[in-house]
């Protein structure tokens, strides 16, 4: 007898012992009906395929629905500790019986959950973007416009930091405790900002904000993998996608709306304190997922939750990835690349690095971050492959806009336009993902060639020149948005389906860990081209003007200020020189192009890796009804 045999039987017999369970319970055994009605056609014994209602686990400490029991035919003893089985129709208030849960995922109230955590990603996307339109009006305020980057970097560095700590944490506290703390945490950092009295306080509440806002959108993607089984997964996380999309795509518009109205820049953040609250209301009201340690230790203390933490990992880690992202952040702009500052800070790095990696093999017996799954193909080849991409990805929507403005001298109310349509290119391409996964349980050879298209997509900003027509300016995202967003939403399920079910939230704080890195290493390497591309070229063909007219001191003057503002370049450069100026900007901008060209191979490669896994449609991932008709 082969496996598939072997997996129908147990089924057949687990179905056939429920039922006649059932019926003794309502005493109707003489009298119940025939499981199916005779027919010669259809055999007795292919009746115990049909459906049946479920079964479902309640945990008695919480009077909250657990999960369909894990393994097939086991009925006195529950799986993983959630607790009895119970009978759907004990009680005669149907209202208050538990449902199933297929009911609950299925219902208003995993709609109102699911938006609330939406709404939590939305303000997440839209402050991190925030700054881009209210930097000027807080550095004259300030009187700090050295300093302003200081305001994103704070964000980007607690939020890249504490991203890959929540996972493994939120398996010892639950999940509901830590989306409680990320939406505290970014609701009072938005309030720190708009009641900012200097400078410095501000840049601490963005790092405070960035602690919430990068838990808003990890917790958020792990909530739902256990809320929703792998195959509708994918769509759930395109709708998140398209929300961290318009928020990305708002987050201008509402901080220079605010910045140029009445109200000032403070009322930008504040106007995110009461969407946040909203938010935390309804997860606190609505949400309720015991963590899953809870259920299966005695001694439930917050002592005995604190020392299963892996402190130490936790500690290396973040030491790692502060001195990482200082160093990327920093380097080239602050901190000269030939300097010893920059060189101690670069060993430090590979140093904390070094140290992190033994104390999660070798040292912590439950790793923050289990570096173990890296050894599978799949999880390495999306790990790579979201590294990659979202290097390729924000240094092209940080350096597009930068060619629009400086080559072709475009407004930025023109170039806000022309990155309009990435909007819905990434929604096209995160539901679109989706809604193929959910019908076809497949991802692989669908992702592979939309990973070709992003390649695609890069290759013809690659290609980009002066005269670009006009239709052509609003396509250039379009392309590689569909491809990345592709990307993204597939890679996080593969990582997810590639290993064991318990593991699924701190595989998915890899995920985010890699996607925040690659984000960094990114800009900072696309912005190290472009300076020194820009440096060498404006040096090398301005200096060929040495004439009596033109003195040597005369060009040097041009060189420092066209290496600081293109806008200068338009309206003030000598008209001798101006077109020159421009054609060394747009060969710095197309080398920068390259970098982000051979990101996307690599991510291409990266992904190819990837083993193609089922895509369960129960939340345990055991075999139900649908998976036996693959069979």
């Not at 720190?192 to 400078?199: A, H, I, Q």
């Not at 670069?346 to 140093?351: A, D, K, P, Q």
């Not at 080559?407 to 290119?425: A, I, Y």
């Not at 809604?435 to 050879?445: A, G, Q």
């Amino acid at each position: 007898m082969g496996k598939k045999d072997k997996q129908r039987n147990k089924l057949r017999e687990f179905t056939r012992q429920k039922q006649l369970q059932q019926a003794k319970k309502n005493d109707m055994v003489e009298e119940t009906r025939p499981l199916v009605a005779p027919s010669s056609a259809e055999p007795i014994e292919a009746s115990l395929l049909l459906p049946i209602k479920p079964e479902i686990l309640q945990d008695p400490s919480t009077d909250l629905p657990g999960f369909v029991a894990e393994e097939i035919g086991q009925q006195e003893e529950v799986a993983n500790g959630y607790g009895s089985i119970t009978d759907p129709h004990d009680g005669d208030n149907k209202s208050e019986r538990p449902v199933s849960t297929a009911e609950e995922i299925s219902g208003a109230r995993l709609r109102v959950i699911m938006l609330s955590m939406y709404l939590g990603i939305f303000l997440a996307a839209i402050d991190n973007t925030i700054v881009s339109t209210t930097s000027a009006h807080v550095a004259s305020e300030f009187n700090q416009l050295s300093k302003v980057p200081w305001i994103a970097t704070s964000y980007l560095l607690s939020s890249a930091t504490f991203q890959p700590l929540y996972g493994k944490v939120s398996d010892i506290f639950g999940r509901k405790c830590l989306l409680v703390f990320t939406n505290v945490a970014f609701l009072i950092g938005c309030l720190m900002c708009g009641l900012s009295k200097s400078f410095w306080w501000l840049v601490i509440a963005r790092f405070v904000a960035g602690v919430g806002g990068g838990g808003l959108t990890s917790m958020s993607s792990i909530t739902i993998t256990d809320l929703v089984p792998l195959r509708e997964r994918a769509m759930y996380q395109g709708i998140c996608n398209v929300f961290y999309g318009l928020g990305t795509a708002c987050g201008g518009i509402v901080g220079g709306w605010f910045s140029d109205n009445k109200g000032g820049w403070r009322m930008a953040f504040l106007i995110q304190v009461p969407l946040s609250a909203i938010s935390l209301l309804v997860i606190i009201l609505h949400l309720k997922l015991p963590s899953k340690r809870a259920t299966r230790n005695q001694d439930n203390s917050i002592k005995r939750k604190l020392l299963a933490i892996d402190w130490l990992g936790a500690s290396t880690l973040v030491i790692f990835l502060v001195l990482f992202l200082l160093t990327a952040s920093l380097g080239g702009k602050e901190i000269a690349y030939g300097s010893r500052t920059f060189a101690l800070m670069l060993i430090s790095s590979l140093l904390s690095c070094l140290v992190f990696i033994y104390v999660e093999l070798r040292v912590a017996a439950d790793p923050i971050l289990p570096l173990r799954f890296l050894a599978i193909r799949s999880v390495l080849g999306s790990s790579l492959s979201n590294w990659f991409c979202m290097m390729a990805t924000m240094t092209t929507s940080y350096y597009l806009p930068i060619y629009f403005s400086g080559v072709l001298n475009m407004s930025p109310t023109d170039v806000g336009k022309r990155l309009m349509p990435n909007f819905f290119s990434v929604a096209f391409g995160s539901l679109g993902a989706g809604y193929y996964m959910k019908k076809t349980r497949k991802y692989y050879w669908f992702s592979l060639i939309f990973c070709a298209v992003a390649v695609l997509g890069q290759l013809q900003i690659l290609l980009i020149d002066p005269k670009i027509p006009t239709w052509r300016q609003y396509i250039l995202l379009l392309v590689p948005g569909v491809g990345t967003s592709v990307l993204i939403t597939v890679a996080l399920l593969a990582m997810i389906a590639a290993v064991p079910h318990e593991h699924q939230a701190a595989t998915t704080s890899i995920s985010y860990a890699f996607r925040s890195a690659g984000c960094t290493l990114g800009v900072s390497i696309g912005g190290a081209i472009f300076r020194e591309s820009l440096s060498k070229l404006t040096t090398r063909y301005v200096l060929r003007y040495i004439s009596k007219e033109h003195p040597k001191e005369e060009l040097l003057k041009i060189i420092d200020k066209a290496s600081e503002s293109s806008e200068w370049v338009h309206h003030s450069a000598p008209d001798f020189i101006r077109q020159t100026l421009l054609e060394c900007y747009h060969k710095a901008c197309k080398n920068t192009f390259l970098f982000c060209f051979i990101c996307s191979i690599l991510t291409l490669v990266s992904f190819s890796i990837i083993k193609e896994k089922k895509l369960h449609s129960s939340l345990d991932r055991k075999e139900d009804q649908e998976d036996l008709e693959d069979l």
